[in-house]
């Protein structure tokens, strides 16, 4: 009869599990301080380190301000700056309005139907200029009114030279007849016109004005109302 002693294999089999479970607990050990000393390390890094940074940057800052409160009439300077940016913004984009002064010498008309102006504004968010004024009759004032639908604004870009319309939408109201200082007989009157934006731009330089009335420029010709113009009446068809 033949018989076999398992024992001494169980045995082995218990000592390699006890191996295995004391590697395991080493592992996990090892693996737990190095958690432990990764998260004191953070917890330095998060409460000691930042709180040095910021404690640095707070004495830094005080420092500065002390340095700038230090400074006589600070409070005067910052204004003094902030009005002179304001100021250098305003330059780069203000309007010209001196150019009214040309535009005007260009559009009066000679005598004897000169107009004299006695009231202008000029209303930048609309582009349009309100012209009150005077002169010597109706015609006169039509005269003036066909004249500044005639002129032209003149500038170069790019070394051409530009031509744009002055006026667009001319219109008159509040007309009426009286007597000047002298006591001499007046039609007085209101004109308004739309304008382009480059009248008074600032980006835009040499600018000049001159007529162009489809080369009619006679003294006849600007006198004479537009509205009584108009074009020849068509025949009905099937009639004689």
Not at 102 to 118: K, T
Not at 120 to 137: F, H, K, P
Not at 185 to 214: A, G, H, M, Q
């Given at each position: 009869?033949?018989?076999?002693?398992?024992?001494?294999?169980?045995?082995?089999?218990?000592i390699?599990?006890?191996?295995?479970r004391?590697?395991?607990?080493?592992s996990?050990?090892?693996?737990?301080?190095?958690?432990?000393g990764?998260v004191?390390?953070?917890?330095?890094?998060?409460?000691?380190?930042?709180?040095?940074?910021?404690?640095?940057?707070?004495?830094?800052?005080n420092?500065?301000?002390?340095?700038?409160?230090?400074?006589?009439?600070?409070?005067?300077?910052?204004?003094?700056?902030n009005?002179?940016?304001?100021?250098?913004?305003?330059?780069?984009?203000?309007?010209?309005?001196?150019r009214?002064?040309?535009?005007?010498?260009?559009?009066?008309?000679?005598?004897?139907?000169?107009?004299?102006?006695?009231q202008?504004?000029?209303?930048s968010?609309?582009?349009?200029?309100?012209l009150e004024?005077?002169t010597r009759s109706?015609?006169?004032?039509?005269?003036f009114?066909?004249?500044?639908?005639?002129?032209?604004?003149?500038?170069?870009?790019?070394?051409?030279e530009?031509q744009?319309?002055?006026?667009?939408?001319?219109?008159?109201?509040?007309?009426?007849?009286g007597?000047?200082?002298?006591?001499?007989?007046?039609?007085?009157?209101?004109?308004?016109?739309?304008?382009?934006?480059?009248?008074?731009?600032?980006?835009?330089?040499?600018?000049?004005?001159?007529?162009?009335?489809?080369?009619?420029?006679?003294?006849s010709?600007l006198?004479?109302?537009?509205?009584?113009?108009?074009?020849?009446?068509?025949?009905?068809?099937?009639?004689?």
């Amino acid at each position: 009869m033949i018989e076999i002693n398992l024992i001494p294999d169980v045995k082995q089999e218990l000592i390699k599990a006890q191996s295995v479970r004391a590697t395991v607990i080493s592992s996990s050990i090892i693996a737990s301080i190095v958690a432990v000393g990764i998260v004191v390390l953070l917890s330095l890094y998060v409460f000691g380190g930042q709180a040095l940074r910021s404690g640095a940057s707070d004495g830094e800052i005080n420092k500065k301000g002390a340095e700038l409160a230090a400074v006589e009439d600070l409070s005067e300077m910052l204004t003094l700056q902030n009005q002179l940016k304001v100021i250098s913004d305003l330059q780069e984009n203000k309007n010209i309005h001196s150019r009214t002064f040309d535009m005007l010498a260009a559009v009066i008309p000679p005598s004897p139907n000169e107009a004299r102006i006695s009231q202008l504004s000029i209303d930048s968010d609309m582009s349009t200029v309100r012209l009150e004024g005077q002169t010597r009759s109706f015609d006169s004032m039509e005269t003036f009114k066909k004249t500044i639908d005639a002129a032209v604004l003149v500038y170069n870009l790019d070394d051409e030279e530009v031509q744009i319309k002055l006026a667009e939408d001319i219109s008159t109201g509040d007309t009426s007849f009286g007597e000047d200082a002298d006591g001499n007989k007046t039609f007085r009157f209101v004109l308004s016109f739309v304008y382009p934006l480059e009248l008074y731009s600032s980006d835009i330089t040499n600018v000049t004005f001159k007529l162009v009335v489809n080369g009619n420029v006679t003294d006849s010709y600007l006198g004479i109302p537009k509205t009584i113009f108009t074009e020849a009446a068509q025949d009905l068809e099937g009639e004689q």
